[in-house]
């Protein structure tokens, strides 16, 4: 990704559109860079647990290069606005939670309300673009204690990515991961097949 786009820039074309939950992944993501101390050449000791698959997550990827194909990138699926981030440089890592109220604002409501409605008339598509505008400015220029609380925490146990072997299973033919393959008395299989295999559909190879 180019060096010279601002943070901004980089989670809005990596997630496609601009939106609050997006603005507020960047909001995050900006301080654990300053919290951490992280240098843009230190990206490859930064890693991430995010609690949302949501717009917010897509600012923690494009801003901190964290990745699944990376293995820095780590998905609870809590459904929650958290995210910690950790610097293995330094041994430090922060969890940033989204306060509860972080977007209770008319213009945030109303902006929703707008952008939930399936048809709107050209004054109100006016209004919308400027409700955006405006939710923009609103969590670009928040303080962060009204958008987040947080916390420094012990470094997560995760080791450093590794590849695995792949292996055959003995059902479908496909390749899977050794970590990821079952030893049942039919032989390896992979989870898919392991899971038809116990129920009704298993199909012999
Ligand atoms: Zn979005
Ligand atoms: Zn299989």
Not at 20 to 30: M, S, Y
Not at 77 to 100: C, E, H, L, S, W
Not at 105 to 123: A, I, M, N, S, T
Not at 161 to 167: L, P, Y
Request: proline share 3%.
């Amino acid at each position: 990704m180019c060096k010279d786009m601002s943070p901004l820039e980089k989670a809005i074309q990596f997630h496609g559109h601009i939106c609050p939950g997006l603005l507020l992944g960047v909001r995050a993501a900006e301080m654990a860079l300053d919290y951490l101390q992280i240098d843009s050449d230190q990206y490859d000791e930064v890693g991430a647990i995010v609690e949302n698959d949501t717009c917010g997550a897509d600012a923690i990827q494009a801003i901190l290069g964290c990745t699944f194909g990376k293995g820095n990138l780590y998905f609870k699926d809590y459904g929650k606005m958290v995210y910690t981030v950790f610097n293995r440089q330094n041994g430090r890592a922060i969890r940033i939670a989204q306060n509860f109220d972080a977007l209770e604002h008319p213009v945030v409501e109303r902006y929703r309300e707008l952008k939930g409605r399936d048809f709107l008339d050209p004054q109100e598509e006016m209004e919308l673009e400027d409700a955006l505008a405006q939710v923009f400015e609103l969590i670009m220029s928040q303080p962060l204690e009204q958008l987040f609380h947080w916390r420094e925490v012990e470094m997560p146990q995760i080791g450093k990515a590794r590849t695995t072997k792949n292996v055959q299973c003995r059902n479908c033919g496909e390749g899977v991961m050794q970590t990821h393959a079952v030893l049942t008395e039919e032989g390896l299989l992979c989870p898919e097949c392991h899971l038809n295999w116990r129920g009704e559909n298993y199909v012999r190879g």
